[in-house]
Nanobody, 112 residues
């Protein structure tokens, strides 16, 4: 069983920063962050494939940074210059297909 645990969500002002952390109990090759805003579909934010290549959604490019120092390190999402439209529940996931292991989610709220 793969366990995925996120942390770091908070309430911040427009322009603020947060860093989300994800601990994945077993390596599954691919991993990343997704988010779901109220009334919206879940969308990919920043993902890493099995070769370490990172893909960002257009809406967060230049503001968010995905990183993982080594196999034992948590998956981090550094979020800078946050905007109200970034408000959502952020989910970490592990796996390269639709059959992913998901975390419970962590709330990010950006107010103006």
């Amino acid at each position: 069983q793969v366990q995925v645990t996120e942390s770091g969500g908070d309430s911040v002002q427009d322009g603020g920063s947060l860093t989300l952390s994800c601990v994945i109990s077993k390596y599954r090759g691919c991993m990343g962050w997704f988010r779901q805003a109220p009334g919206a579909e879940r969308e990919g934010v920043a993902t890493m494939n099995s070769r370490g290549a990172i893909t960002y959604s257009d809406s967060v490019k230049g503001r968010f940074t995905l990183s993982k120092d080594n196999e034992k390190s948590p998956l981090l999402l550094q979020m800078n210059n946050l905007k109200p439209e970034d408000t959502a529940i952020y989910y970490c996931a592990a796996g390269c297909t639709e059959q992913k292991n998901w975390g419970q989610g962590t709330q990010v709220t950006v107010s103006s």
